[in-house]
Each structure stands twice: as structure tokens, then as C-alpha cells.
């Protein structure tokens, strides 16, 4: 089967040289400094030619996001010249070594003329060489002609309709062939580019590029992973028409999103697959089949065919590179392939849809570039180090012998130099002996487990080595797991009742609560951490393994609302069942802040199986303590009826309010918690949450209030505003509100919540304070309290489930002596806490270590 695209319109050699100037005053080049116009930057690049005209030659360029180098790109071609477009740096001398330019560019605009006359044979066809493994400083390149170029950027014009008053944000090097397309596609349609080196997750990108009118983003997946974290999906960009994603892979589920967002905000997302030797982008995935079909990558770019051959996806087009070069003598060759076998596994679907499957050949790709592990590893023999690489999309692992190991941190650099990714990206392991296969090859995927997770000593020694994991150290302590750096507080087993004080430490080891903490990788909070601990006072901020004090105290402090109201709910409800006040309204919030909580820690764990016994854990961990408050106020005070020892009141209880409805809210979390851990278990349910992750549980909810909230059922149980059908409702509304990804979402929920809870009790007092809460919480969902009282809001927060189950105890004792009585219960709850957060979990945790770690794993202590 083949899949082949509409045929490609001819169109002038380089257009973005040869018609630079046709575009007169429109703006071509906007930074934060200002703008340059097509005008302007062609005076420049003519200006510049002028001073290469000659002989043709080999010109090095070193790409960077600057006005100074897209200047010297165009002028060397417009000169007639061959360029070799490098990476900043380490890779840029390698490759001048290997390749001997006859010209170097300086990237400030100077000019080094290496001689007069070229050093090579420069075959007639030859127009640009690009590094085949990203910034690796390969030796071995990509030779592309001026007709490659042409094409593809008429390709990827007519597929996206670029138009001249569209703006690119060049987030992506130039030395990228992704980043390198869009630059040629926008300076030939006329349309502007932003140049720019902030990151996404900075304000003040965003405002420079409303400020430019930027109607384009281009990105890789790491760039969608930094959207989704940073809160894309609330941010004002008017102007946006589309966002493109290549540079591999990306999870459906995050494509599916993504396409959802844009189609609700008024933009597209186009998924696109390419290569360097196939000059830029060979494939584009429609906007309007993006949410169908998440795991593809679409059509060919027009003029192309894609054939799958044993497994292997192979693409022709005028876009297919003249070959390889891997030494200088080879710039005198011409076209020595007529396909490109891209080494990637895939297939095509029924509808013609090219779907990729994986990578043949040992290749990784690590924020869009393409990293060649053989090259690296050879690169690294060659410095003396007897090393194995591996890794996977996002991750290169380094693997050497202890008896030859170097210091790791030396080992680390070497290859960051080597290889050029972030820090983050690479990872040392040593090994006894290095894994090998029955046939003696290295056993690759064997290195990569042993690097993914890393044991909790390679941690340590690395907290050693680089200044210490301050994240990890603190998610470890208080989390009690090894910590890697992939880890993150949901897959660590963080949920509801452990947030609280862990989201207030994380605040404060910041400087502020990221958005999206809770599923955000370790490795990316430590880049926080390191730059929370450049604006304090020196090392002395940096987190131990077993304490942690701040060397900086503020006067006011970011914290996730859901924490205070916790506290402050707490303290309504025990105040007021003391008689000192009458603030009614608060438990069904906390309802909804459970369901809220749940949703995002226990139901984002990406497995069904484990998300139905994480959500099975926290009802345990909800009814042990309160049963055994229940059980001994029976046994010992003859207190409630032998239906509160089953937590079944809701059932077999009378319509009337009494001492047995005093443990509503318990039985209601625990009904809440079973139903959505059966949902959970279902694989139906489940692949409806995948597909439809808002409007599953808004069906849910809606279906809970109509059933059982409204009087249309006759149910045969008590319905009262404490039994748990009646306000299932609340907590499924707090798992809809963790869901909502979009402004209209956000609307939305604000209409029902006012629809739903507004009619509770029909009390305004109380209901008005429960729909209070409940909208701060989805509209601010972090807020500033004052530095004071964060340990008194950590604590009442932390112990708010224990005051309220044993709270009841203490108004009985102290009934009559209201404010004794609402000291006494806080006080109270919070000893209770305390032995169950202590006491009870040491015991738990000593008993646990006899047992076999891969069952102890599976039950975890009910605190």
C-alpha cells in the first residue's frame, strides 16, 4: 500500500533569497528589540553577498536566534555559496575541523576568509550540508540542494497555507531542519518570524509574542510537556491560528488533548513527521483528524509517496536528500539516493494515515534533535572512556565500568559536550560489567533498565556529586519511595491525605507552586529548585536528606487554595458543632475538594488496574481510623448503633437527624471512593476517560444529581442531605472541576456549580458558603496567604479527616463549654493525628520491612 499526496506546484529556486526583497515594508524579523523589514533585510543580506562574492565556496554559518545570523544563512546563498549550517559550540569546531570551510561567519556578522578560492570540490547541485544528529558534531552530514529546499518549503507552504501576514515564534535553532523550514517557508510567503531564546514557560514570551502578533508556534514534544505544565490551555493568545508539533513522538493522549484545546480556543494543531534527509517535514496529520486518529502522523506532503517496506517507512519526493557526506571529498558527489529509508518502523492505517512505530537504527531524539548513540559512544572511546550508550526518546544513558570509571560528574560533562543536550537528559550509570546478549553484543535494554529508575544510592551519590536533589530528597523523605528523576509526586503514591504537606514543603523549597506539581517529573522541579537557591543566600538553602530549613522568610506565600479551605472547613465545622459560631456549608466543600483531590492524584495514574487500587487505598486509609473511633465509642461508651460499625448508616439508618448520622461524611467518602474505583476498573470506563477525560465525570455528576439529588427516583434508603447517594454528586463535581483544560470548560463548571449547590438545602447562608469555596478553588486554584500562618494551615489541613471523626468525643466531654469544647476537639484531633502519622506508620513500616518487598509494595499504611 502506498500513500501519496496531491502533486506540487513548481515555484522559484529559494524564494525566501531570490524575492527577498518583493516584500518592501512588511515586517520579515521581530525580537524584543524591535522589528527588521524585508526592505531592511535585504539591504543587509545584499550588503553582506557583496562582501562574499567570488569563487564558490564552503561557508560555515553558526546558527543561532539572531537577526546577525539569518543575515549571513541568506547572503552566503545568495552569493551562491555551500553552507554548513552548525550548532553553537563544542559541534560547530568539530565539524570546522572535519570540513575546513573556505569561509567562517561569524555569529556576531564578521567575516574570517580561510582563502580565496575553495579547498573543495563543491559538485554544482550542493546547497546546504546539515549535522544528520542534531548537535552532535557528527562528522557525518546532510547534502540537500537548492531544489530540496524549494520543495519542501513549497510543500509545507501549501500544506499549513502560509500567508503573509502570519507569524512564526522560532522558538526552534535554525540549525534544526524543523526550525530551518519554518524560517524558509514564512521569508518566502512574506510572513514575519519572531526570533527568540525564551522558553515557553516564561511570561515574558507570551508577551512578546501577542506583542509581535504571532499567529504560529512551532514545538517538539518536550515544548507540548512545558505548555501542558506551565497552563497553556488559559493563556491569551488572540492571534493564534496554528501549532505545529514534529521532532517525534508524541503521546496520543497529549495529541488528543492538545486538538480538543485548539478546537475550543479556535486554533489547529497539526502534527507533522520529518527528517533531515528528507530536508524537513515529509508528512502533515489534517487539524480535523488529529482527535480521531492521535497515534499517526497524517498524508505526505505534497509530490511525495510513502511506502512501507519490511516494516520500514521509505519516502520519495522531491525533497529526498542528494545523499550522505561523511568527509570532505564527498561534497563533490551528486545524487547518490533516489528514497529515503527513514529507518523507522511504521505502517499505514486503512484511511491512508502513515502511523510510526518505532526507530531500526540507534537513534534518539532529545528536545527534536536527532542523537546518534554509535557517534556518541565512539566519541567517547576516543577521550578514553570504555562506556556503552543508550536511551530512549528524552533520555541518553551512559553506562560504565567501575574498575574504569572516571568521577561520574567528569563522565557527565564530557558527554553534555559531546552530545549537547540539557543536563537532565543525560544519565550515568556504572556497572560491574557491561550487560551482554547470548551472542555477545551489549545488551542494550538491559543498560537502560538499569538506568530507569535509578536505585535510591545512585541518587544519593548524585546529591553528592552535583550540590544536591533537593526535590528528591524532599519527596523521598516525606514520601518514603527511591526518588529518580522521572518520578513524580502522583507516581510516588502521592494522594490526598500526604499533598498537604508535601505541596507547602515543595512552596517552599520554590519560591512559588508550579502548576501541574503533582504530575511534573523530579527533574524538572529540580531546574526550579537550582534557580530558587541562586536568588537565596548560597548553599545554605540546599535541602539534607533528613532536614530542611529555609534561609529566607517571606511575608506572604503561595499556597494551593484546596489547603487552606481543608484548614479553614475544618475549623467552620467543629466551631460551629461547638456552638461558637454558626458557619454551615464547609463539609460538602470538603466533599468536593476531595473528589477534586482524588481526581488529580490517584486518578492520574496512568494505569486503570492501579488507578481502581489507589482509590481502593484511600477509602482504607479513610475508614480504619474512623472505625476505630466508631467501634471504641461503642464498645466503651455504648455511643451510636451497630449500623455506624459497618459505616452503613446511610442504609439502614431513619430520616431523622441523631447521633448515628454524625459519621455522614465518612460514609459518603467511602461510598464516593468505591464508586469511582469500580468506574476505574472498568476498561470501557476507562477508555471513555482517555478519550473524553472533562466529560466523563461531568456525565457522572450530572447523572448523580438527577438520580439521586433531585426527588425523580424513589429510593429506598434515608434521603437525607448527609446519606451518600444524595451527595455523590459533590464528589464526582470534584473530580469534573480537576478535568477542566479550557476557559469555556471553567465557565461551564461555574454555571453548574451555582445550579447544583445553590438548590442543596435551599439555606442561601450555607449553600452560598459551599459554592464560595468550591468556584475560589476552580478559579484560584494557588493563592497568597500570609508567611505566619502556613504552619497552622499545614497542620489543621494535614489532620482535618482525624479532628473531624473524633472531634464528636470531645463535644460530648466538654458539652456546655463551647470555646472549651472547640479548643478541646482541635486539640484533640490533632493527638490523634499525630499517633496515626507517627506511632502507627513507624510501627507499620518495621512490620513491613519483614515482608516481601514486591507485596509490601502493594498495601501501604492507613494514615
Not at 280 to 285: E, V
Not at 308 to 337: C, H, K, S
Not at 477 to 491: P, W
Not at 514 to 539: K, M
Request: hydrophobic share 45%.
Amino acid at each position: 500500500m502506498t500513500a501519496s499526496s496531491v502533486p506540487l506546484a513548481p515555484s522559484p529556486t529559494m524564494p525566501w533569497v531570490s524575492r527577498l526583497g518583493a516584500h518592501g515594508d512588511r515586517p520579515a524579523l521581530r525580537t524584543a528589540e524591535g522589528s527588521v523589514t524585508y526592505a531592511d533585510l535585504a539591504r543587509r543580506v545584499d550588503g553582506l553577498a557583496a562582501r562574499l562574492d567570488g569563487p564558490r565556496r564552503l561557508v560555515k554559518v553558526e546558527g543561532r536566534s539572531t537577526v546577525d545570523t539569518v543575515v549571513g544563512y541568506l547572503a552566503a546563498q545568495t552569493a551562491g555559496h555551500v553552507v554548513l549550517l552548525v550548532a553553537p559550540g563544542d559541534p560547530a569546531a568539530r565539524l570546522r575541523e572535519a570540513y575546513r570551510p573556505d569561509v567562517v561567519l561569524d555569529p556576531a556578522g564578521g567575516i574570517e576568509v580561510v582563502r580565496e578560492t575553495s579547498a573543495h570540490q563543491l559538485h554544482p547541485d550542493l546547497a546546504l550540508l546539515l549535522s544528520t544528529s542534531g548537535s552532535t558534531g557528527s562528522a557525518k552530514l546532510v547534502r540537500l540542494s537548492a531544489d530540496n529546499l524549494t520543495a519542501n518549503a513549497a510543500q509545507i507552504t501549501a500544506t499549513l497555507g502560509v500567508r503573509p501576514d502570519d507569524c512564526a515564534a522560532l522558538t526552534l535553532p535554525i540549525t534544526y531542519c524543523y526550525g530551518l523550514s519554518v524560517l524558509h517557508t514564512h521569508l518566502a510567503a512574506g510572513a514575519s518570524l519572531l526570533l527568540t531564546d525564551l522558553s515557553v514557560v516564561d511570561d515574558c514570551f507570551w508577551q512578546l509574542f501577542r506583542t509581535a502578533g504571532a499567529t504560529t508556534l512551532p514545538g517538539v514534544p518536550h515544548t507540548f510537556e512545558l505548555l501542558e505544565r506551565s497552563g497553556f490551555a488559559d493563556r491569551d493568545v488572540p492571534g493564534l491560528r496554528y501549532v505545529t508539533q514534529a521532532g517525534g513522538r508524541m503521546e496520543p493522549d497529549r495529541v488528543r488533548r492538545f486538538a480538543e484545546l485548539g478546537q475550543a480556543r479556535g486554533w489547529d494543531l497539526v502534527v507533522m513527521y520529518g527528517q533531515s534527509e528528507a530536508t524537513a517535514r515529509m508528512t502533515c496529520l489534517p487539524p480535523d483528524l488529529a482527535a480521531e486518529h492521535p497515534d499517526t502522523v497524517g498524508n505526505p506532503v505534497p509530490g511525495a509517496t510513502i511506502d512501507v517496506a519490511d516494516g520500514e517507512i521509505v519516502f520519495r519526493g522531491p525533497n529526498v536528500m542528494l545523499g550522505y557526506a561523511e568527509e570532505p571529498a564527498d561534497l563533490a558527489l551528486g545524487r547518490t539516493v533516489d528514497e529515503l529509508r527513514t529507518g523507522d518502523l511504521g505502517e499505514l492505517t486503512r484511511e491512508g494515515l502513515v502511523r510510526v512505530l518505532g526507530r531500526r537504527a540507534r537513534f534518539v531524539k532529545v528536545l527534536g534533535h536527532r542523537i546518534d548513540l554509535d557517534a556518541l559512544e565512539s566519541r567517547l572511546r576516543a577521550d578514553g572512556h570504555d562506556v556503552r550508550t543508550t536511551g530512549r526518546d528524552g533520555l541518553i544513558v551512559v553506562a560504565c565500568e567501575v574498575a574504569a570509571a572516571p568521577a561520574r560528574e567528569s563522565l557527565r560533562r564530557q558527554a553534555i559536550r559531546a552530545c549537547g543536550v540539557p543536563r537532565e537528559a543525560l544519565r550515568v550509570v556504572f556497572v560491574r560489567d557491561q550487560p551482554l546478549l547470548a551472542t555477545g553484543k551489549p545488551d542494550y535494554p538491559a543498560l537502560l533498565a538499569l538506568a530507569c529508575p535509578a536505585p535510591v544510592e545512585e541518587a544519593v551519590a548524585r546529591a553528592e556529586e552535583t550540590g544536591g536533589r533537593a526535590v528528591a530528597a524532599l519527596y523521598g523523605r516525606l514520601l518514603q519511595h527511591d526518588v529518580d528523576d522521572e518520578a513524580t509526586f502522583v507516581s510516588l503514591g502521592g494522594d490526598s491525605l500526604s499533598y498537604v504537606e508535601v505541596s507547602i514543603r515543595l512552596e517552599e523549597l520554590l519560591g512559588h507552586l508550579p502548576p501541574n506539581w503533582h504530575v511534573t517529573p523530579v527533574r524538572d522541579l529540580e531546574v526550579l529548585a537550582g534557580q530558587g537557591r541562586g536568588r537565596r543566600r548560597g548553599p545554605a538553602a540546599l535541602v539534607s536528606r533528613t532536614t530542611w530549613r529555609p534561609t529566607w522568610r517571606p511575608t506572604w506565600r503561595t499556597m494551593e487554595t484546596s489547603v487552606w479551605l481543608r484548614a479553614l472547613a475544618i475549623v467552620c465545622i467543629v466551631g460551629t458543632h461547638a456552638g461558637v459560631f454558626l458557619l454551615q456549608g464547609t463539609a460538602n466543600a470538603l466533599l468536593v475538594i476531595a473528589g477534586y483531590q482524588v481526581a488529580r492524584f490517584q486518578l492520574a495514574d496512568p494505569g486503570r488496574r492501579r488507578r481502581a487500587r489507589r482509590v481502593l487505598g484511600a477509602a482504607v486509609r479513610i475508614a480504619v481510623p474512623s472505625l476505630v473511633v466508631i467501634v471504641g465509642a461503642h464498645v466503651l461508651g455504648g455511643y451510636y448503633e451497630t449500623r455506624n460499625l459497618f459505616l452503613a448508616n446511610w442504609i439502614f439508618g431513619e430520616q431523622q437527624l441523631g447521633p448515628p448520622w454524625r459519621f455522614w461524611f465518612v460514609e459518603a467518602m467511602i461510598v464516593a471512593l468505591l464508586v469511582v474505583a469500580a468506574a476505574n476498573a472498568s476498561s470501557r470506563i476507562a477508555a471513555l476517560d482517555r478519550r473524553h477525560p472533562f466529560g466523563l465525570p461531568l456525565a457522572l455528576t450530572t447523572a448523580a444529581f438527577v438520580l439521586f439529588r433531585l426527588p425523580i427516583l424513589p429510593l429506598h434508603i434515608p434521603r437525607m442531605q448527609g446519606s451518600a447517594p444524595v451527595v455523590l454528586y459533590l464528589f464526582l463535581l470534584g473530580w469534573t472541576l480537576a478535568r477542566v483544560a479550557t476557559p469555556a470548560q471553567k465557565r461551564l463548571m461555574t454555571v453548574l456549580v451555582i445550579a447544583m449547590i445553590g438548590t442543596f438545602s435551599f439555606n442561601p447562608a450555607r449553600d452560598g458558603l459551599t459554592i464560595a469555596c468550591v468556584l475560589l478553588m476552580l478559579w484560584r486554584p494557588v493563592t497568597r496567604v500570609p508567611a505566619v500562618l502556613v504552619p497552622i494551615v499545614q497542620i489543621l489541613a494535614a489532620a482535618s479527616l482525624y479532628i473531624y471523626v473524633i472531634h464528636w468525643q470531645a463535644l460530648d466531654l466538654l458539652r456546655g463549654q463551647p470555646v472549651a469544647a472547640f479548643a478541646g476537639s482541635l486539640t484533640l484531633g490533632l493527638a490523634y493525628w499525630w499517633i496515626w502519622t507517627r506511632p502507627v506508620v513507624a510501627t507499620w513500616r518495621v512490620a513491613t520491612r519483614r515482608i516481601p518487598r514486591n507485596w509490601s509494595r502493594q498495601s501501604r499504611p492507613a494514615t
